[in-house]
């Protein structure tokens, strides 16, 4: 005989949300095989049991010329950036024994010593949220000769003779927790690339847009239409910025907002702002609708400073060679002090950075100074080198 059944209390249980795609400048993660076809070689990096952060299998998201960058997915906050060259020492060490290799690690702890110092430094200059926070630290992650081999290949950088890649190398790197950014009518990337080495630049216009942005003392135009226009003609990326602004207030004020703050610390501490990659400075609008500048990988190597231009004005006015490194940091520079003196005239401030060296040679002279052939493909958009 059955018993009749008895009332109970149930609970019923939470089902999981559904997680829906949320956009981001970040590639969906890869396996590191698949992505590093890009480099020519089919590899995958094996896991480090030693590693204190991500102990864990690693996916490849994106690269750039000082990052690699990696994710995990049972980490989906984070992404591990680390980096290749400030590395590079340690690496080399390999085949110089025991002394030569402890000296190379001490250097780089330094380095991230340094860095965490320099990024609490930037971070001072801007409102909080402005410049992300991060942790700089050596990390010993696992490597192979193909893998070592194949980002050699990828930055141009000559593969030694003796190279030894020991199982597992000590990198610089940094955690930093991963930036949700609004959608992208809400987002405006500010960046200048190298305006030496876009081939669809002419001289003429590089010539004019240098006159009008190397120094206070501006040699140009004094209308604004024709001040954007030439600002269009070497920092073509600024047209967009230039039409905005005169439509969006609210940004005009965080464009100007933006660029005193950094002008105030590339004054003060000699260096500059990185927004030579796109994805670096952004002007983000959120929930209230006002603009407000977001620094998401902003902090250039301290190498990369105003006394470059002076070195290098030097050289170039007496016929002197550069090395490729010098030259390479320099474009960066003298690129940086001429976007942010045209991000201030198109926003309608009169602050100006005014950097000894940049007048003392004709542009020209600079546009042939800085020239590195090789990379000019690499910097002349496609859309553009195909019409």
């Known amino acids: 005989m059955s018993t009749p059944a008895t009332k109970t209390k149930t609970t019923a249980r939470s089902l999981p949300h559904q997680v829906s795609p949320k956009l981001s400048l970040r590639p969906s993660p890869k396996e590191l095989e698949a992505v590093l076809d890009e480099f020519g070689h089919k590899l995958v990096m094996k896991a480090s049991d030693e590693c ?10 994106g690269k750039g010329g ?11 906050n984070y992404v591990l950036k680390v980096d290749f060259i400030e590395s590079l020492p340690v690496l080399y060490a390999q085949t110089k024994g025991g002394e030569e290799i402890t000296k190379a690690i001490t250097d780089i702890k330094h380095k991230a010593d340094q860095h965490r110092g320099r990024i609490k ?3 001072s200059y801007f409102l909080p949220g402005q410049v992300p926070i991060e942790m700089v630290f050596v990390k010993e992650l696992p490597l192979s000769q193909k893998l070592v081999q194949a980002v050699l290949r990828d930055r141009n950088i000559e593969i030694p003779k003796k190279l030894a890649v020991p ?9 930093q927790r991963k930036i949700e950014l609004p ?22 216009n590089y010539t004019e847009g240098h006159r009008l942005l190397a120094s206070a003392k501006t040699i140009g135009p004094q209308t604004r239409e ?9 920092y073509p990326s600024l047209k967009k910025i230039c039409k905005l602004i005169q439509k969006d207030d609210n940004l005009r004020l965080a464009v100007q907002d933006y660029v005193k703050r950094a002008m105030k610390y590339s004054a003060d501490t000699n260096e500059i702002i990185d ?19 977001f620094l998401m990988d902003a902090l250039s190597p301290a190498e990369l400073n105003f006394d470059l231009i002076r070195k290098s004005s030097l050289l170039i006015k007496h016929n002197q060679d550069i090395d490729i490194r010098t030259k390479a940091n320099t474009l960066n520079v003298i690129n940086y002090i001429r976007f942010a003196n045209a991000l201030a005239m198109i926003s309608g401030i009169s602050t100006r950075l005014e950097v000894p060296g940049m007048v003392d040679i004709p542009a020209r002279l600079w546009h042939e100074g800085l020239m590195i052939e090789k990379y000019l493909d690499v910097y002349t958009p496609k859309k553009a080198s195909n019409r």
């Open 183 to 204: 959608k992208k009518e809400n987002r405006i990337d500010v960046y200048s690339s190298y305006a030496e080495l876009n081939r669809t630049i002419s001289l003429d």
């Open 275 to 293: 927004m030579a990659g796109g994805g670096n400075v952004m002007f983000l609008r959120r929930e209230t609708q006002i603009w407000q500048a």
């Open 52 to 61: 204190r952060v991500l102990p864990h299998i690693l996916h490849l998201i």
């Open 66 to 76: 000082e990052h690699i960058v990696f994710e995990d997915l049972r980490f989906p």
């Open 226 to 234: 024709a001040r954007e226009k030439i600002i269009g003609n070497i």
């Open 121 to 123: 430094g930037l971070q």
């Open 167 to 175: 199982e597992k190398l000590p990198v610089l790197c940094t955690l």
